[in-house]
């Protein structure tokens, strides 16, 4: 966070991040704390730092109504973002079972596209080359790719290579996917992945995926999660996800839910 220009503080053991937006002035936001932290020191804290604006998303095993409690109890002129930055929901994988369980788990579509990514040709190789994927990330995303892939150099060099890879598919002499792979705590998350047009024909996404997932088995992680998916439960947000929600949920794997910030 520091390295892409936040300032870090922490208040009751949780890490707070602090940054000027322009338009929005300062903004705090505490991302995933195992704990929530005490409204005396946090409401202090803002007040010293002269922030009104925060974000919040704690951890899944937080229970939706104790956070639900805890937001109540923050005073009225904290305005608390009901739009998410990180996702609200996800799909994990569980990686303790043997890797033709886990293939067997797939549906019936995706089984046969990664046996067609194969007799096509395709080949994931492990990598160190961020631009190559940053490159086909930024081309998959459109016109405004760029903003999906800021910071990625910064995450790449801070994380690899011993809690890092990038897995990039070749097809015909070209890049045609890629995903980089992140590993923390023994899980495995699918961080960013992109394909181009020629590669989605040549089945490359979903043989990238069966390749992470083995490959996160083999680095010993005991999950592999998928970052994030649509959540049916704020159904107006992010509908541009449903398509690759479609496609994560091919994999098989449980949903995990984390707490949402109440309504006002």
């Not at 998303?57 to 109504?65: K, N």
């Not at 961020?130 to 999906?148: Q, Y």
Request: hydrophobic residues 40%.
């Amino acid at each position: 966070m520091q390295s892409l220009k936040w300032d870090v503080a922490t208040v009751d053991g949780v890490h707070v991040f602090v940054k000027r937006l322009l338009f929005l002035g300062d903004l705090a936001k505490i991302h995933r704390p195992e704990e929530l932290p005490s409204h005396k020191k946090l409401i202090q804290f803002l007040k010293t730092r002269h922030i009104r604006r925060l974000v919040i998303e704690p951890v899944a095993s937080i229970p939706q109504s104790r956070f639900s409690r805890w937001c109540k109890h923050l005073p009225s002129w904290i305005r608390l973002n009901r739009s998410p930055f990180l996702p609200t929901k996800t799909i994990r994988i569980d990686l303790t079972k043997t890797a033709d369980e886990i293939f067997k788990s797939f549906s019936e579509a995706k089984r046969r596209a990664v046996r067609r990514a194969i007799t096509l040709g395709v080949v994931v190789k492990e990598s160190d080359d961020s631009t190559a994927l940053i490159r086909v990330k930024n081309k998959s995303s459109g016109m405004f790719g760029f903003i999906t892939t800021t910071g990625i150099r910064q995450l790449w060099d801070i994380f690899a290579p011993k809690h890092a890879t990038i897995l990039l598919a070749h097809a015909g002499g070209e890049v045609g996917g890629g995903v980089l792979l992140l590993f923390w705590d023994r899980i495995a998350y699918y961080w960013i992945a992109g394909a181009t047009k020629q590669g989605k024909k040549l089945f490359a996404p979903t043989l990238l995926v069966w390749e992470a997932l083995k490959r996160s088995k083999q680095r010993g992680a005991r999950a592999f999660d998928f970052v994030g998916v649509w959540d049916e439960r704020i159904p107006k947000q992010n509908r541009e996800w449903l398509g690759f929600t479609k496609f994560k949920e091919g994999f098989g794997g449980k949903t995990q839910y984390y707490p949402l910030v109440p309504p006002s």
